[in-house]
């Protein structure tokens, strides 16, 4: 086919005109040019392509070239890409720049135009992913104020006898004797009598209660407990009537609850940087174990409308940063040794490096001398 047969009508969105002299296309590499004192040779930098500019002299003409003429200004001056059809370089989608045009008495019923179009490109924008830690942080301090309130609100000890109290800094003593809390609260002076002061103060009582469940490093044996075992824990011998001791259990409840939905929120910012997928999945399916206990307590203990929805944050923010967490760890597969073998060994035979340290703390390895035959052990697989 020959080349005349190939040129086809030029336009620019769809708007006809005629072209004179086909047209000229300018582009090339951006060079940053870098000479230096005391040197012969500079140093070329390539930073990229150059945009590519078509200049063109095109025109309307015949009895209504005005018309013409002002569709094409119209094109010309309309935001955006659109697209260029030239004779010799077919489609392309270009952004139009300055033009300017002719017109004359001597050229009747014609307009000319220079015209300089340059290539559209796409727009080049930075990845965009949500920051799911950062979400998760937020809603964890969020439940946490809505854990403190909710408590704080339902959580007045007026009008008791003083048995009540004791009753009530018993169960308060229980959580604290638990292993999760235990080496805290040693490391605290005048606690029973901090504690006394803040009976008074529920909103005080509960942010200070919360802050020790922060502080822990696991809270496993918090979780562990029944929600409702506060009935078998220690009463005085002085029986208060039955309307009194009541409202008592109900308030060693509240107690009981504040410390399960503090540590349920506590064990979302555990569940960072786990080292395998297992681990992972393992935390996920612990952490919806613990949301589903929660739901099913009863109507007597269920959450305020704003805790409600703070938590159901919490467990959906929670599972998508475990999700995302998955995804970033390698993948794992299991073996087993014949013999026992140092784990540095073990390393090097898998990896060609020496991350016997991986392999320890993935397997919880006793001795790294000693890594045992004859038992499943969890490895990556890159």
């Known amino acids: 086919m020959a080349w005349r047969d190939e040129l086809r009508p030029a336009s620019f969105r769809g708007v006809r005109f005629e072209t004179r002299g086909g047209h ?3 582009g090339g590499r951006r060079l940053a040019r870098f000479e230096y004192p005391q040197r012969d040779e500079p140093y070329m930098e390539d930073m990229g392509k150059k945009a590519r500019e078509h200049k063109i002299t095109a025109f309307v003409i015949g009895p209504d070239y005005m018309a013409a003429r002002d569709a094409l200004l119209e094109a010309l001056e309309t935001a955006g890409p659109g697209e260029l059809v030239l004779p010799f370089a077919g489609r392309r989608s270009v952004v139009a720049g ?3 045009l002719k017109e004359s008495t001597e050229e009747g019923g014609m307009a000319t ?3 300089v179009f340059t290539e559209a490109g796409k727009l080049a924008e930075p990845d965009v992913g949500v920051d799911a830690e950062g979400v998760l942080a937020d809603s964890q301090e969020t439940a946490f104020d809505d854990v403190a309130t909710d408590f704080a609100d339902n959580f007045d000890l007026s009008g008791l006898p003083s048995w009540s109290l004791d009753d009530i800094t018993a169960t308060i003593n229980e959580f604290l004797d638990l292993d999760s809390l235990r080496g805290i609260v040693s490391q605290i002076t005048g606690l029973p009598g901090k504690l006394a002061d803040l009976l008074a103060k529920p909103l005080g009582l509960a942010n200070y209660l919360i802050g020790l469940v922060r502080s822990a490093s696991q809270v496993k044996s918090i979780l562990d407990v029944p929600y409702l075992a506060v009935r078998s824990w220690r009463t005085t011998a002085t029986a208060e009537p039955t309307a009194t001791r009541g409202v008592v259990v109900q308030k060693q409840a509240a107690v009981n609850m504040l410390f399960h939905r503090a540590a349920l929120v506590q ?11 297992a681990a992972v999945e393992d935390a996920r399916q612990q952490l919806l174990e613990h949301f589903e206990a929660h739901d099913a307590t009863p109507g007597l203990l269920r959450p305020s409308p704003e805790l409600a929805k703070s938590l159901q944050a919490l467990r959906v923010n929670a599972l998508v940063a475990l999700r995302r967490q998955a995804a970033a760890l390698p993948q794992s597969y299991t073996l087993q040794l ?7 060994v073990l390393a090097y035979d898998l990896y060609q490096n020496l991350r016997a340290d991986e392999i320890v703390t993935r397997n919880d390895v006793r001795h790294p001398g000693f890594v045992p035959a004859g038992v499943p052990l969890e490895v990556s697989s890159q």
Request: hydrophobic content about 50%; glycine content about 0%; overall charge negative.
């Open 338 to 344: 014949l013999e026992a073998t140092p784990a540095v």
């Open 98 to 100: 300055e033009f300017s």
């Open 113 to 115: 135009f220079s015209l």
């Open 267 to 277: 064990e979302t910012a555990l569940m960072a940087d786990l080292p395998t997928r």
């Open 24 to 26: 000229e296309l300018a």
